[in-house]
């Protein structure tokens, strides 16, 4: 049985298995510091062993999993030190980026995103994931907007660290960011780029002080 993947379906399966890796890592299902153990996962996934060892090569190389001394495969944990460093990234790409983005954005995607916000917002209990799902669509939209891939990768490289760290919080607001994710959108929709960098700039130094109270 040929090990490597040289058939488009082959191909098409290690994708699929890399991003429900990538989706059970970010929601925490796949815990920082969980053993990975291939055999287990591709059973669980209904996958062999090819696309499996593909999807968790990629994520190794893309540093959220990691091997220890022995040669044990792990999910990284990310410590609080991990967890600034990627925010101040964060801080100091994110506001450029909305800036950037504001005279691209298009008014049906803004509304899209101001219906999500308004959904969360009159929700008394919303569903956590229906609030990261705004919060990726949100931010991932910005960030291609800025219509610089390079500062768009990086952003996206980041998110994830911090994801990962916020999602693990013993204590998560129900409704995060809700009025300051209102300020960036309304900002955009003025085409107010120094007005959506400044909102941006105020959600992140929010999030910021909201974990290191919560930590």
């Not at 920082?32 to 593909?54: D, E, F, I, Y």
């Not at 022995?70 to 944990?77: D, E, T, W």
Request: hydrophobic fraction near 40%.
């Amino acid at each position: 049985m040929d090990d490597g993947l040289n058939e488009v379906g082959d191909s098409s399966l290690a994708d699929e298995t890399y991003r429900s890796l990538l989706a059970d890592i970010l929601s925490a299902r796949l815990a920082g510091g969980s053993v990975v153990q291939q055999r287990r996962l591709a059973t669980k996934h209904a996958v062999s062993r090819s696309p499996m060892r593909h999807a968790l090569g990629r994520l190794e190389g893309e540093g959220l999993l990691v091997r220890n001394e022995k040669g044990v495969l792990s999910v990284r944990v990310i410590s609080l030190k991990d967890y600034l460093d990627s925010l101040t990234m964060r801080m100091l790409l994110e506001p450029t980026a909305a800036a950037l983005a504001s005279p691209h954005v298009s008014r049906l995607e803004l509304d899209a995103l101001t219906r999500m916000l308004d959904e969360i917002e009159d929700d008394p209990e919303p569903d956590p994931e229906v609030v990261w799902a705004f919060d990726d669509a949100l931010h991932n939209y910005i960030a291609s907007e800025s219509r610089n891939p390079f500062m768009a990768t990086t952003i996206a490289e980041m998110r994830r660290y911090t994801t990962i760290f916020e999602r693990q919080l013993p204590v998560v607001r129900a409704k995060p960011g809700v009025r300051e994710h209102r300020a960036i959108l309304l900002a955009l929709a003025s085409s107010d780029a120094e007005a959506a960098r400044q909102a941006m700039t105020d959600h992140l130094e929010v999030v910021r002080q909201g974990v290191l109270a919560n930590y």
